[in-house]
Structure formats: structure tokens, C-alpha cells
């Protein structure tokens, strides 16, 4: 029996720069005028979205067209409720190619630029003043291939692919080694990492951890 129970709430969902290919359920929100998308806007400049309003962002392949990143993750951090999750899709810096041969691309990104939005690690301790955005990284995954429908990689191109990934992404420790020492002599073609926001930042009544903390 129901009667009396108020109505289930519908989790929120945002799709930043989502193009033709928005993510399933989500808002799409972009400045192109195409199908797919249900609000105008442009993800560097402020977002028609009320604080602490959206349950889950996704963004593939926008971070690399940004020239400022803290702002984005601000304004990312900014309408995310407590624990959201933000999903980020990008090629990966390691392999100049993607990266640069797209005139539109105004940076390279490892999975490692968001350790200074992590309070967790030791970049987000070291350096986390710079920024209030504070997210948690709970997933992340390097991947030699991009697979897109319009070109999926030869036979043994995907093999190939597959060996990588997997010495890549057996730990953190292991994809940290990857992007400083040798992802870049072969060249990973695309990264994901998934997040939580943290909020509030520092938790009431506790300070934030320093370099060397736990």
C-alpha cells in the first residue's frame, strides 16, 4: 500500500558538452543546437543549475577543450550533491597524436591532474588550497584504444590493446607508473576516471589533512 507515501525522487543527471551521444537518462547540455540537447549553454561559463541540485555528471571528451580546468571543476563541484558522482572521459596526455591533432584541444590530461582535487592523495594535500572543489577518485582505467563507432582498431591492434590495459590498470600503483614512465613510449589513446563529490569541504567541525596525513 502506498497511499500517504510521497512520490519516489528522480535522481538528476547531467551530460556536459554531451554532442550527439548523451548519456542515457542524463540532461543534455551543450551550445551546439542538435537533437540531443535539452538546455543551451556553454560548461566554461557559470551553469543554469542550482547548488548541490545534481546526482551524477558526465562529461566525455570536454575537459581536453578547456582552458581553465579549476574553473570547470568549481562550477562541476558547485551543483553536485554530497557524494554525486562526476564521470570524465578524455585522451589521454600520453599520446600526442590525439591529443594535438584536434585544433580545438587547448590541453593535455592524465588521471593524475585530478589528484590535486583529491584531499586524499598527496597532491590534493600538498596543493589543495588552490581550489575549494574537492572530489574523492573511487574508479579509474587507462585504455590504448579508443573505441568509438565510427573506427574500432584492427585485430591485432585490439590484442595488443588489451595486454596493455591490463599491466596498466592492475593497481593505482600501476597506472601511476604507466603515465610517468612508460605509457608514453606507446601511447594511451584514452583515460576515465570516476569520482565523488566531497561536500562539505573541510567536514563541519574537522580540518583538512595535511601533507603526510591520513
Known amino acids: 500500500m502506498t497511499d500517504g507515501l510521497p512520490p519516489a525522487r528522480r535522481k538528476v543527471a547531467i551530460d556536459l558538452g554531451c554532442g550527439y551521444r548523451k548519456h542515457a537518462g542524463a540532461i543534455g ?25 545534481v546526482d551524477a555528471v558526465y562529461a566525455s571528451h570536454l575537459v581536453e577543450h578547456l582552458d581553465d580546468l579549476m574553473a ?11 557524494n554525486a558522482l562526476v564521470y ?22 592524465l588521471l593524475d591532474t585530478f589528484e590535486y582535487f583529491d ?3 598527496f597532491d590534493g594535500k600538498a596543493f589543495g588550497y588552490y581550489h575549494p ?12 584504444n579508443m573505441n568509438t563507432p565510427e573506427g574500432v582498431p584492427g585485430k591485432a591492434r585490439r590484442i595488443f590493446g588489451r595486454i596493455v590495459d591490463a599491466l596498466a ?14 605509457g608514453p613510449l606507446i601511447g594511451f589513446e584514452e583515460a576515465h576516471i570516476w569520482m565523488r563529490a566531497i561536500k562539505p569541504w573541510p567536514p563541519e567541525g ?9
Open 119 to 121: 584531499p586524499f592523495t
Open 29 to 53: 547540455i551543450d551550445i551546439a543546437r542538435i537533437p540531443q540537447v535539452d538546455v543551451l549553454a556553454d560548461a566554461t561559463r557559470p551553469l543554469p543549475i542550482r547548488d548541490s541540485s
Open 206 to 214: 574537522d580540518a583538512p589533512p595535511g601533507p603526510g596525513e591520513t
Open 88 to 109: 570524465l572521459r578524455f585522451p589521454h596526455a600520453s599520446t600526442n597524436y590525439v591529443i594535438w591533432k584536434d585544433p580545438t584541444h587547448r590541453r593535455g590530461v
Open 72 to 82: 570547470f571543476m568549481g562550477e562541476v563541484w558547485r551543483v553536485c550533491k554530497p
Open 169 to 182: 590498470n592492475r593497481s593505482e600503483r600501476s597506472q601511476y607508473v604507466c603515465e610517468r614512465f612508460w
Open 133 to 144: 572543489a574537492k572530489f574523492r577518485t573511487v574508479r579509474q582505467r587507462l585504455t590504448f
